[in-house]
């Protein structure tokens, strides 16, 4: 089984940076994902993680240490259309087809 | 990537009665997927739809609530059967990308109102 666990809610100021934090547990890892969501919308693909270390993309950068099973989801230089849910999801299982998604962060990005 | 479509978008119904959710897919894919999101809450996956075979449902769902059917590559349905209140949610179609083996990719989903 899965147990995904992420802050709730954060705030941040517009040009601030937000770290969104997502720890997990699993019994099958086959990557880790962030996906966004605004509000009304369907999840947009951020970031796939599957090897330990730093994705950088852009203004987003996704970390993972699966060891610790424990990832974070970094936005930097925050502009007011990233407020949004972040959505960490796991993939597990041997043919890695299933995504568990943890209960998402709501991130608002203030002026 | 892929292109997802979804039919209704949104739809109120009574209880007891059911609703049919379409997702066609621009492009051939072996799996797809069905999520639920209720208000407020996260994704959960439903069931895997296979081409020519029978869908997997996941803990807590049952095909006698929620049929699916998979007659191609690129189209499948979701039935919300003997609907209740409890039933309100956005039903979201799901694929990986094609030419990838990680990118998963969502329709824009079917907003569901059950009174």
């Known amino acids: ?111 | 990537s892929a292109v997802i479509s979804q039919k209704p978008s949104r739809d109120i119904c009574q209880r007891g009665t059911s609703l049919t959710i379409q997702c066609q897919v621009d492009s051939q894919v072996t799996m797809m997927f069905w999520y639920r999101q209720q208000p407020g809450q996260s994704l959960t996956l439903i069931a895997t739809a296979n081409q020519g075979s029978e869908a997997t449902y996941e803990s807590g769902f049952v095909i006698d609530k929620f049929p699916i059917s998979r007659p191609n590559l690129t189209f499948s349905t979701l039935t919300v059967s003997n609907m209740s209140p409890e039933d309100s949610s956005i039903y979201l179609c799901s694929v990986f990308g094609t030419g990838s083996s990680y990118e998963q990719y969502f329709g824009p989903g079917t907003r569901l109102t059950v009174t």
């Open chain 1, 1 to 111: 089984g899965q147990n995904i666990d992420q802050p709730t809610e954060m705030t941040a100021t517009e040009g601030a940076i937000v770290q969104i934090n997502c720890t997990y547990q699993t019994s099958g890892f086959n990557g880790l994902f962030w996906y966004q969501q605004h509000a009304g919308e369907a999840p947009t693909f951020l970031s796939y993680n599957v090897l330990d270390g730093l994705e950088e993309k852009g203004r987003f950068s996704s970390f993972l240490s699966r060891s610790k099973g424990y990832s974070y989801l970094l936005l930097k230089e925050l502009q007011m259309k990233d407020s949004a849910s972040y959505l960490c999801a796991v993939r597990e299982g041997a043919a890695g087809n299933k995504l568990t998604f943890g209960g998402g962060t709501r991130v608002l990005v203030k002026p």
